[in-house]
C-alpha cells in the first residue's frame, strides 16, 4: 500500500501485505493506524516506511518487518501511542532529522537493536516497551547528533547487550523510565562527545 503527495489513509482493521513495504507513505502523506496488521514480508521487508516530511499515527495494531519494522526518513514524524512494532533485525529506525514519539506500545527487535536514531533524529519517549532478543543488541541507539529524551517507559536489552547507548555528538536526558541490560550487560554507554543528563529514572544491568 503506497500514500503518496499528501495522501491521507485511515486504518482500522483488516491486513496489509507487501514484500519489501507492508505500507510505504511518502511526500507529506498522513497515516493513521487504530487497528490490522501491516507487514513487509520479503528478505529485507518493512513494515511501514514514512519518508519525506509524512506522518504516521500508531494507536493500535501490529506492523511487522522481516528485517525492519518501521523506518521514518527525511523530516517524518511518527507517534506510537499503543500497538505492537517488531523487526527481526531493527524494531524502529529513525534517520534524516525525524522525529518519533512513544506514548505506549512494544517495539522489539529479534536479532538486532530495538530503536535506533540517526543523523539529527529524535526520541521522545513517555511510556512503551522497547526490547531487544538478541543477547549482543543495543535497547535504544542514538547516533549522529541525535536528541533523545525519555521520561518514562521500559528500555531492555539482553545479556551482553546495552539498555541504552549515546554515541557521536548524541544528547539523551533521563528524567524517568527504566533501562535495563542482562548479566555482563550495560545499562548506558556514552561515546564520542555524547552527553547524557540523568535527573530521574533507574538505570541497571546484570
Not at 529485507?44 to 528485517?67: E, K, P, Q, R, W
Not at 512503551?128 to 529524551?149: C, K, R
Request: proline share 0%; glycine share 18%; net charge negative.
Amino acid at each position: 500500500l503506497v500514500a503518496n503527495n499528501y495522501s491521507n489513509v485511515t486504518i482500522n482493521d483488516g491486513t496489509v501485505t507487501g514484500d519489501s513495504v507492508g505500507l510505504y507513505a511518502d511526500s507529506s502523506s498522513t497515516v493513521e493506524i487504530t487497528g490490522g496488521s501491516i507487514s513487509g514480508t520479503g528478505a529485507y521487508g518493512y513494515g511501514l516506511v514514512a519518508n519525506n516530511y509524512s506522518n504516521v499515527t500508531i494507536n493500535d495494531g501490529t506492523v511487522t518487518g522481516s528485517f525492519n519494522g518501521l523506518y521514518a526518513n527525511v523530516y517524518s514524524d511518527v507517534t506510537i501511542n499503543g500497538g505492537n512494532i517488531y523487526g527481526n533485525d531493527t524494531g524502529l529506525y529513525a534517520i534524516g532529522s525525524s522525529t518519533v514519539t512513544i506514548n505506549g506500545g512494544n517495539i522489539s527487535s529479534l536479532y538486532g537493536d530495538g530503536l535506533i536514531a540517526l543523523t539529527d533524529s529524535t526520541f521522545e519517549i513517555t511510556g512503551g516497551s522497547i526490547s531487544t532478543g538478541d543477547e549482543y543488541a543495543t535497547g535504544l541507539y542514538a547516533s549522529g547528533f541525535s536528541t533523545v529524551n525519555i521520561s518514562g517507559g521500559n528500555i531492555t536489552a539482553g545479556n551482553r547487550g546495552k539498555g541504552l547507548y549515546a554515541d557521536d555528538y548524541s544528547t539523551v536526558n533521563i528524567s524517568g523510565g527504566n533501562i535495563n541490560a542482562g548479566y555482563f550487560g550495560r545499562g548506558l554507554q556514552a561515546s564520542v562527545n555524547s552527553t547524557v543528563n540523568i535527573s530521574g529514572g533507574s538505570i541497571t544491568a546484570g
